[in-house]
T-cell receptor, first 115, second 110 residues
Framework: AQSVTQPDIHITVSEGASLELRCNYS??????LFWYVQSPGQGLQLLLK??????LVQGIKGFEAEFKRSQSSFNLRKPSVHWSDAAEYFC?????????????FGTGTLLAVQP | EADIYQTPRYLVIGTGKKITLECSQT?????MYWYQQDPGMELHLIHY???????EKGDLSSESTVSRIRTEHFPLTLESARPSHTSQYLC?????????FGPGTRLTVL
């Protein structure tokens, strides 16, 4: 069965520092991969997605992610974190087949940003 | 810009009440979803729909029911709310891949 693992439940970084959030997936075919961000009390906003092609994907708010098939990973990065980046981040893999169109989510990583 | 709306945003009710959580989208998407999310936890799919008059149960068992009479509308109903139903409920829609999420309804059952 498809699954997504986010090993880090909680991460704290200083403002201006670089950030990497880890995501590993288990999927039999070529995966469709997503990163979403959720601010407190809000829905999820798509940061970026990988369907095919270039394995380095650029997203909104200065985020990027790299798909590494050999490591079954899709880690999210940002070179310089801003205080407004404090939120929960979810990695997801798309499960598609026929009419099926589901997302399998990881457990999330809560990011805190220190001044 | 994704346009998907959920009402109410917050709801506090007593045990045994019937409630309906509303979800509407203006993007014409065929596929719509309901997720349940407890604080600090991942999202669990409880219902989905691939189009009008099509509904399926998700991966997490839920006592709620859904209907899809119009493309843009996907309400979720609890016939008799219980404290175990206290959670955040997120609605989403999709076209070809990514899902667009509403702001969520935080439900508290006393």
């Amino acid at each position: 069965a498809q699954s997504v693992t986010q090993p880090d439940i909680h991460i704290t970084v200083s403002e201006g520092a670089s950030l990497e959030l880890r995501c590993n997936y288990s999927y039999g075919a070529t995966p469709y991969l997503f990163w979403y961000v959720q601010s407190p009390g809000q829905g999820l906003q798509l940061l970026l997605k990988y369907f095919s092609g270039d394995t380095l994907v650029q997203g909104i708010k200065g985020f990027e992610a790299e798909f590494k098939r050999s490591q079954s990973s899709f880690n999210l990065r940002k070179p310089s974190v801003h205080w407004s980046d404090a939120a929960e981040y979810f990695c997801a893999v798309g499960e598609y087949g026929g009419a099926t169109n589901k997302l399998i989510f990881g457990t999330g990583t809560l990011l805190a940003v220190q001044p | 810009e994704a346009d998907i709306y959920q009402t109410p945003r917050y709801l506090v009710i007593g045990t045994g009440k019937k409630i309906t959580l509303e979800c509407s989208q203006t993007m014409g998407h065929d596929k719509m979803y309901w997720y349940q999310q407890d604080p600090g936890m991942e999202l669990h799919l409880i219902h989905y729909s691939y189009g009008v008059n099509s509904t399926e149960k998700g991966d997490l068992s839920s006592e709620s029911t859904v209907s899809r009479i119009r493309t843009e509308h996907f309400p979720l109903t609890l016939e008799s709310a219980r404290p175990s139903h206290t959670s955040q409920y997120l609605c989403a829609s999709s076209d070809r891949g990514e899902q667009f999420f509403g702001p969520g309804t935080r439900l508290t059952v006393l």
